[in-house]
């Protein structure tokens, strides 16, 4: 396993989560959503964003996914929100 900080994770077409390791596909299904983050920019509230502890099943990568929420988020942000959303 890796350090936390090493490992990045993005939304992908299908409300998936890639690990950007191994390119193991994620189905936010699986994701804890209980420890799920929020933060807002200081200046501009605009700027949205779920923090999303993730740990890849297929190599043990352990990151953090960061998607946009909101009326600036991304389609592929916006359908992995919803999927953690439960």
Do not use: H, K, W
């Not at 605009?46 to 923090?51: H, T």
């Not at 960061?66 to 359908?79: F, H, I, K, R």
């Amino acid at each position: 396993m890796t350090d936390a900080n090493e490992d990045q994770f993005r939304a992908v077409d299908g409300g998936r989560i890639e690990c950007l390791a191994c390119r193991t596909l994620i189905d936010p299904a699986a994701v804890e959503a209980g420890r799920v983050g929020r933060r807002e920019g200081m200046t501009d509230p605009d700027e949205q964003l779920l923090v999303v502890p993730v740990t890849c099943p297929g190599c043990g990568a352990a990151g953090r996914l960061l998607l946009g929420y909101g009326p600036q988020a991304s389609p592929e942000d916006a359908d992995v929100a919803v999927a953690l959303d439960r």
